[in-house]
T-cell receptor
Framework: QKEVEQDPGPLSVPEGAIVSLNCTYSNSAFQYFMWYRQYSRKGPELLMYTYSSGNKEDGRFTAQVDKSSKYISLFIRDSQPSDSATYLCAMIKAAGNKLTFGGGTRVLVKP | EPEVTQTPSHQVTQMGQEVILRCVPISNHLYFYWYRQILGQKVEFLVSFYNNEISEKSEIFDDQFSVERPDGSNFTLKIRSTKLEDSAMYFC?????????????FGDGTRLSIL
């Protein structure tokens, strides 16, 4: 079983729709969870950073963490064509050094 | 804009040659990381560097790899005797100075092509 699993997509939605992304993980030692956005030929750009189970909202983005189910989600409201990118989940153990990434989900927002 | 600048943006090298990839943070940081992403694959951890020492490395980071901060500012990744399978995007990341597990911020990467 892979440590972090993420559907590769592509996920195609019309402009204005809600984008729903998720990752599952197998190691309960992961305590901090991140979502990064990656445009083609660019580095991962941090979108959300969460620790506790529950929801965290930042503008159009909402991150959810369910540690009991080992499941994290990212929702993008009012999606825009500029949201078209690959979205990477990443996680790290408490006092850990290395991020463990999912494979990324490619999202296409059509005008 | 990324908090780190990476140079070069693209490096083409013959197999067996040495390459040095550079990372320059915008402000002073203590925690540095290198990751790589082979085309179509996951971002993978290579090494973390804290207080001028390697704090953790992956099994990918074998004897052909080394890291250093030669002048207290730049952070470099050296790959000796490159192989075809070293072709990938290499990302430098930094972490904030605050205590606790702050998130890592990435540069735009160096695309390394081994011929």
């Amino acid at each position: 079983q892979k440590e972090v699993e993420q559907d590769p997509g592509p996920l195609s939605v019309p402009e204005g729709a809600i984008v729903s992304l998720n990752c599952t993980y197998s190691n309960s030692a992961f305590q901090y969870f991140m979502w990064y956005r990656q445009y083609s030929r660019k580095g991962p750009e941090l979108l959300m950073y969460t620790y506790s189970s529950g929801n965290k909202e930042d503008g159009r983005f909402t991150a959810q963490v369910d540690k009991s189910s080992k499941y994290i989600s990212l929702f993008i409201r009012d999606s825009q064509p500029s949201d078209s990118a690959t979205y990477l989940c990443a996680m790290i153990k408490a006092a850990g050094n290395k991020l463990t990434f999912g494979g990324g989900t490619r999202v296409l927002v059509k005008p | 804009e990324p908090e780190v600048t990476q140079t070069p943006s693209h490096q083409v090298t013959q197999m067996g040659q040495e390459v040095i990839l550079r990372c320059v943070p915008i402000s002073n940081h203590l925690y540095f990381y290198w990751y790589r992403q082979i085309l179509g694959q996951k971002v993978e951890f290579l090494v973390s560097f804290y207080n001028n020492e390697i704090s953790e490395k992956s099994e990918i980071f074998d004897d052909q790899f080394s890291v250093e901060r030669p002048d207290g500012s730049n952070f470099t990744l050296k790959i000796r005797s490159t192989k075809l399978e070293d072709s990938a995007m290499y990302f430098c990341a930094i972490r904030g100075l605050d205590q606790g597990n702050q998130p890592q911020h990435f540069g735009d990467g160096t695309r390394l092509s081994i011929l």
